[in-house]
């Protein structure tokens, strides 16, 4: 089944990113290993499992791919570059293949919140979906200080409806909600649904400072204690029938960043699909 190209609006909005990065995008750095032998057969043995396949985030950086074929790392390099990200190296690593970053992406900064960093991880979705993989699930597999979701996808068989586009509602400490590339009738559903099914109401609406819209709520939803605990999860359910109602599903929930236990780094986001 042919997929469409997701998130068009991305492509137009970043084009200016993507020609500033051409000789990143083309000439990126390779590493020698730093831990242990990494040899061709690692990773070939790795590719052979063409059904199944993993993403996963590392440390405070990388990305590493397990099962993707080679010939789609390019594609990889352009949506890192395309959603403001830049490669510092990519390189083997044992079974996988690994794009080391520039900057620290899975790291929350305060004020800042993960719109690029969100924006990279919904555009990986979409490519791993017109790639033909289909997610099927996420796990916190680690215990380690800076552990993140392993995605785990499978080859999607023939005739499976596979979602059309994606976008992120991001919950961002304590009290905001954010949408980070959505349509304009997934921000009316969400104004609407806190109007309706938020106790206390809506204190602000407006756009963060890298241009997302943002929703803050009267109380602090995130660190809610008491009868809020449940309330607040009542509104999640009333937000999830919303959504579904206007098409759109929760496609996965992911832990990107790393940081403070009292910040966006602890919460997870939504990734939402619509066939």
């Given at each position: 089944?042919?997929?469409?190209v997701?998130l068009?609006?991305?492509?137009?909005?970043?084009?200016?990113?993507?020609?500033?990065?051409?000789?990143?995008?083309?000439?990126p750095?390779?590493?020698?290993?730093?831990?242990?032998?990494?040899?061709?057969?690692?990773?070939?043995?790795?590719?052979a499992?063409?059904?199944?396949?993993?993403?996963?985030?590392?440390?405070?950086?990388?990305?590493?791919?397990?099962?993707?074929?080679?010939?789609?790392?390019?594609e990889f390099?352009?949506?890192?570059?395309?959603?403001?990200?830049?490669?510092?190296?990519?390189?083997?690593?044992?079974?996988?293949?690994?794009?080391?970053?520039?900057?620290?992406?899975?790291?929350?900064?305060?004020?800042?919140?993960?719109t690029?960093?969100?924006?990279?991880?919904?555009?990986?979705?979409?490519?791993?979906?017109?790639?033909?993989w289909?997610?099927?699930?996420?796990?916190?597999?680690?215990?380690k200080?800076?552990?993140?979701?392993?995605?785990?996808?499978?080859?999607?068989?023939?005739?499976?409806?596979?979602?059309?586009?994606?976008?992120v509602?991001?919950?961002?400490?304590?009290?905001?909600?954010?949408?980070?590339?959505?349509?304009?009738?997934l921000?009316?559903?969400?104004?609407?649904?806190?109007?309706?099914?938020?106790?206390?109401?809506?204190?602000?609406?407006?756009?963060?400072?890298?241009?997302?819209?943002?929703?803050?709520?009267?109380?602090?939803?995130?660190?809610?204690?008491?009868?809020?605990?449940?309330?607040?999860?009542?509104?999640?359910?009333e937000?999830?029938?919303?959504?579904e109602?206007?098409?759109?599903?929760?496609?996965?929930?992911?832990?990107?960043?790393t940081?403070?236990?009292?910040?966006?780094?602890?919460?997870?986001?939504?990734?939402l699909?619509?066939?």
């Amino acid at each position: 089944m042919s997929v469409q190209v997701l998130l068009p609006h991305l492509q137009a909005s970043h084009a200016s990113i993507v020609d500033r990065s051409t000789v990143l995008l083309i000439e990126p750095q390779v590493e020698s290993p730093e831990k242990g032998p990494t040899t061709t057969q690692d990773y070939e043995y790795n590719a052979a499992l063409s059904a199944y396949a993993s993403v996963s985030l590392h440390e405070l950086d990388k990305i590493r791919l397990m099962g993707i074929s080679p010939e789609y790392h390019a594609e990889f390099r352009k949506v890192i570059f395309a959603s403001g990200h830049q490669i510092q190296s990519e390189r083997p690593y044992a079974c996988s293949h690994q794009f080391k970053l520039v900057g620290n992406p899975w790291v929350y900064k305060h004020g800042s919140g993960r719109t690029e960093s969100l924006r990279l991880v919904v555009m990986i979705m979409s490519l791993m979906v017109r790639s033909g993989w289909q997610l099927v699930l996420t796990t916190d597999i680690s215990a380690k200080s800076y552990d993140k979701d392993m995605w785990m996808f499978r080859r999607a068989g023939a005739g499976v409806p596979q979602p059309q586009s994606f976008c992120v509602v991001s919950f961002a400490y304590p009290d905001q909600l954010r949408l980070i590339d959505g349509p304009d009738e997934l921000l009316q559903v969400i104004r609407q649904t806190i109007q309706t099914s938020y106790r206390k109401g809506l204190q602000e609406e407006g756009t963060t400072v890298k241009g997302a819209p943002m929703f803050k709520l009267f109380g602090n939803p995130w660190v809610a204690s008491g009868d809020e605990t449940m309330y607040t999860r009542r509104f999640l359910l009333e937000l999830l029938a919303s959504f579904e109602r206007i098409g759109w599903t929760i496609y996965a929930s992911l832990d990107i960043t790393t940081g403070a236990a009292e910040s966006d780094s602890s919460l997870d986001c939504w990734i939402l699909a619509k066939h």
